[in-house]
Antibody, heavy 127, light 108 residues
């Protein structure tokens, strides 16, 4: 059974850097194709993909936020860390981490999806 | 970036109704489309992957179809536990994943 859980501060001040940790079990980065992503959701709004890291340390970032985001993994601890710099009140949201599954096809591009997700952590940006 | 547009943004339906939610991509994404269900205060859960494949454990009243730019999620015979918000997500562009704006299904 795969589980993920987010941890970190629930309140940060504007201009500060946010560091969130996703601790997971039930899978390992030593398995080819494994990925962990971060997605956020402002209160009452839609889901917004932020970043993704793969088993081979390949990293992907949302184009609109890439200058503020860094994603890393600690394979020995089964953790993924997301940092977001220069936090602003508009960054107030629930932040989720999720396991990404991969299905390889005959096409050049494998199918991927997020399953399961962590419970999320609400981060409020306020002075 | 690929934009995903869902319609309607909300709908009211009764238990037993059949519901169709539409998701349109701004460019051809083949079958790289996933659907999630989110209940209030909870994390999203996967319903459908690769446009039409039902996730294990998801009731068969949920089905997905479409390819290219137009996709649908159908809930046949709506149940009380199906009242939630539904999101589509494209995975065609691994450099920039994106979600739709969501469709809230409410009780009439």
């Amino acid at each position: 059974q795969i589980t993920l859980k987010e941890s970190g501060p629930t309140l940060v001040k504007p201009t500060q850097t946010l560091t969130l940790t996703c601790t997971f079990s039930g899978f390992s980065f030593s398995t080819s194709g494994v990925g962990v992503g971060w997605i956020r959701q402002p209160p009452g709004k839609a889901l917004d993909w932020l970043a993704l890291i793969y088993w081979d340390d390949d990293k992907r970032y949302s184009p609109s936020l890439k200058n503020r985001l860094t994603i890393t993994k600690d394979t020995s601890k089964n953790q993924v860390v997301l940092t977001m710099t220069n936090m602003d009140p508009v960054d107030t949201a629930t932040y989720y981490c999720a396991h990404q599954r991969t299905m390889y096809s005959t096409d050049w591009n494998p199918f991927t999806w997020f399953d399961p997700w962590g419970q999320g952590i609400l981060v409020t940006v306020s002075s | 970036d690929i934009q995903m547009t869902q319609s309607p943004s909300s709908l009211s339906a009764s238990v037993g109704d059949s519901v169709i939610i539409t998701c349109r991509a701004s460019q051809n994404i083949s079958s790289y489309l996933n659907w999630y269900q989110q209940k209030p205060g909870k994390a999203p859960e996967l319903l459908i992957y690769a446009a039409s494949s039902l996730q294990s454990g998801v009731p068969s009243r949920f089905s997905g179809s479409g390819s290219g730019t137009d996709f649908t999620l159908t809930i046949s015979s709506l149940q009380p536990e199906d009242f939630a918000t539904y999101y589509c997500q494209q995975s065609y562009s691994p450099l920039a994943l994106s979600f739709g704006g969501g469709t809230k299904v409410e009780i009439k």
